[in-house]
Structures are given as structure tokens and as C-alpha cells.
């Protein structure tokens, strides 16, 4: 079974200094038909004006990933990290049994975009942990890139949950594929720019889910500068 979930289906949230879009019921974005995707809870896709962003505030019990895609994000949590995020990198904080954190706009002239991810924990409680890693978009052109994964392979954030995330960035002509395993469940989400896969055109924000799909994936970039995101 195949999962459509386009992008003018998602939440809608304008707040001024941001500007959000929810794939999955998310803060006053509720639907009783997008709870989450297996352990995926949240993919929101964020854009925070200059000057704007989320204040301190405290999570539980959640992996969340932040994949900067234009600008810089600034980070400070209550463990005494602090740091900027920019464009390319990658930022994994494991909330654990509980931990406060602010993220803003690490730019006072341009905007930041980025997606926010939040993955259910395959344990309860346990001590927070964060890491930030670059991943060079080059590394990824026309190839997966894993970017997250349980035990680190390929020099990826090694998260608490039986999940990978890989990413690959592809222009007109180039593709990528994957083999389904049916005893799993897959998620891809285009962050930016156009993909075809099969007959079907996704553009950013655009997301299939694969449920018990035994045949391969093929995607194929149709529009300049295309990131794709694919949860097994």
C-alpha cells in the first residue's frame, strides 16, 4: 500500500516570524488521520524569520533532528550546549527523561529553513544526549547519504531507535533507489525541489508512505537542486 500525503494537504500555521507546515498533527494542528507514521511523530517544515524562534522549553521521551536546508539556527539547551546550525548540517538532541531547549534565527537578514523530526524512542528516560554533524550536500548528489541510523554506520548520528534516515540530493536526470523490505515501514519526503517516482510527480513537501511494498524505489530528479528524505 502506498500513502499519498501532499503538501497543500499538510497543517497550516503563520504566526508572523514563522511560517510552518505539518505533515503530522503537531500543537494545534490536529487530525485524528496523521497522528505519525510508526515511531515518525513530527516532520514539520519550518521557516523563522530574523529575530524569530522558539524560546526555552522543555521534551521528554523524543529523538529530534534538525536538517537546516537555507540559513542558520542557533541552539542552547540545558545540558550547557550551544551552538549554530547552518545550512547541511545536521542536529540530533535525544530528549531523554527530559531536557530544555531554545532554537532561533542564527541570521538577523535572512530567513532560516528547516525541518524539525521527531522520532519516538525505543527506550524511556534515558539521559539526554546531542550531537550535530555536517553532511556536504556533494556527498549525497545522485547517491543516499545516511544520515541517522541506530549503530552510527557510515559515519552517521547514531539515534535511539530501530530507524534510519538517508538523504540524497539530485538534479533533472539523476536517480536513486531503494529496496523495500515488506516487514518495514518507509517514508519519503521531499524537502526540496521536484522528484517523479514512477508516474507520480511529488514536489517539496510532498510525502509517500510504503506499507507492505515488496517493490523497489526508484527516484527520479525533475527539477534543479531536489532533496529527498527516505525513513526506513
Known amino acids: 500500500m502506498i500513502i499519498e500525503r501532499p503538501s497543500n494537504a499538510r497543517g497550516d500555521v503563520s504566526l508572523g516570524w514563522l511560517q510552518s507546515r505539518h505533515t503530522f498533527s503537531f500543537g494545534h494542528y490536529h487530525d485524528p488521520a496523521w497522528m505519525g507514521f510508526g515511531p515518525l511523530r513530527v516532520i514539520n517544515d519550518d521557516t523563522v524569520a530574523p529575530g524569530g524562534g522558539f524560546s526555552l522549553h522543555r521534551h521528554a521521551n523524543m529523538e529530534i533532528i534538525s536538517l537546516v536546508l537555507q540559513g542558520a539556527l542557533a541552539h542552547r539547551d540545558s545540558t550547557g550546549t550551544v551552538g549554530v546550525i547552518e545550512a547541511g548540517d545536521v542536529q540530533w538532541m535525544s530528549a531523554g527523561h527530559g531536557i530544555e531547549h531554545s532554537e532561533y534565527n542564527g541570521s538577523d537578514a535572512a530567513p532560516v529553513h528547516f525541518l ?34 541506530p549503530d552510527g554506520i557510515d559515519g552517521s548520528i547514531a539515534i535511539r531507535q530501530q530507524a534510519t534516515l538517508r538523504a540524497a540530493s539530485l538534479q533533472p536526470g539523476d536517480d ?51 532533496d529527498v528524505l527516505l525513513f526506513d
Do not use: C, M
Not at 523530526?117 to 539526554?128: E, G, K
Not at 510504503?210 to 537542486?225: I, K, M, N, P, S
Open 176 to 226: 536513486v533507489s531503494a529496496t523495500l523490505d515488506p516487514t518495514r515501514l518507509y517514508w519519503l519526503h521531499v524537502a526540496t525541489g521536484e522528484v517523479a517516482v514512477g508516474e507520480r510527480v511529488l514536489k517539496a513537501g510532498d510525502a509517500l508512505g510504503f506499507v507492505q511494498e515488496t517493490a523497489a524505489l526508484a527516484v527520479r530528479g525533475v527539477g534543479a537542486d531536489s
Open 116 to 149: 524539525q523530526i521527531w522520532i519516538q524512542p525505543d527506550r524511556l528516560n534515558a539521559q539526554p544526549a546531542y550531537a550535530q554533524q555536517r553532511f556536504e550536500p556533494a556527498d549525497r548528489r545522485g547517491r543516499w547519504a545516511t544520515l541517522a541510523s
